[in-house]
Antibody, heavy 122, light 108 residues
């Protein structure tokens, strides 16, 4: 059974870079069918799509975050990663990684990690 | 950007009730509409994809309908474990797969 697990520092200083990793188990990140995504949720608020990445390295980023976001994939470790630069208090959120299904399944996200909380504070 | 608007924002219903949540897109999204359930402190869970396809393992009391701009999520007989916030999401417009603001479902 496919499982995703986020990891990374829970506390990041303002203006620094947030770095998170999603480890995939029970399946290969190198499947051509799937993209892998990041979604975040500020405290008490709704969900915001950050972006997606394919194992080939192809990426799609939310335009509102594009200038600060970088995603990468490490097939040897079956992991993918997220970096958000120049963080502010507005980047405080629970960050989720998820698997995105193909077009014929309407690009839904069917498997999610449990989420990791990131606080921005000096 | 495609805006997604859910209604109501909060809903209170009794066990056994039929519950309907609506989601409206600011432009046509065909059937690229997915529904998620998020229980308190947990990650979202996929319920419905492609507007009306039930995700494997999801109880059959959940159903979805609609196409174009107007969509509904229906729970045919509300159960106590359905206490959650429900989100619609459009996956028509890459790369910004926007979510609705959520509908918080409370059990009376």
């Amino acid at each position: 059974q496919l499982q995703l697990q986020e990891s990374g520092p829970g506390l990041v200083k303002p203006s620094e870079t947030l770095s998170l990793t999603c480890s995939v188990s029970g399946g290969s990140i190198s499947s051509t069918r799937y993209y892998w995504g990041w979604i975040r949720q500020p405290p008490g608020k709704g969900l915001e799509w950050i972006g997606t990445i394919h194992y080939s390295g192809s990426t799609y980023y939310n335009p509102s975050l594009k200038s600060r976001v970088t995603m990468s994939v490490d097939t040897s470790k079956n992991q993918f990663s997220l970096k958000v630069s120049s963080v502010t208090a507005a980047d405080r959120a629970v960050y989720y990684c998820a698997r995105r299904l193909p077009d014929y399944d309407y690009y839904a996200m069917d498997v999610w990690g449990q989420g990791t909380t990131v606080t921005v504070s000096s | 950007d495609i805006q997604m608007t859910q209604s109501p924002s909060t809903l209170s219903a009794s066990v056994g009730d039929r519950v309907t949540i609506t989601c409206r897109a600011s432009q046509s999204i065909s059937s690229y509409l997915n529904w998620y359930q998020q229980k308190p402190g947990k990650a979202p869970k996929l319920l419905i994809y492609g507007a009306s396809s039930l995700q494997s393992g999801v109880p059959s009391r959940f159903s979805g309908s609609g196409s174009g701009t107007d969509f509904t999520l229906t729970i045919s007989s509300l159960q106590p474990e359905d206490l959650a916030t429900y989100y619609c999401q459009q996956s028509y417009s890459t790369p910004r797969y926007t979510f609705g603001q959520g509908t918080k479902l409370e059990i009376k």
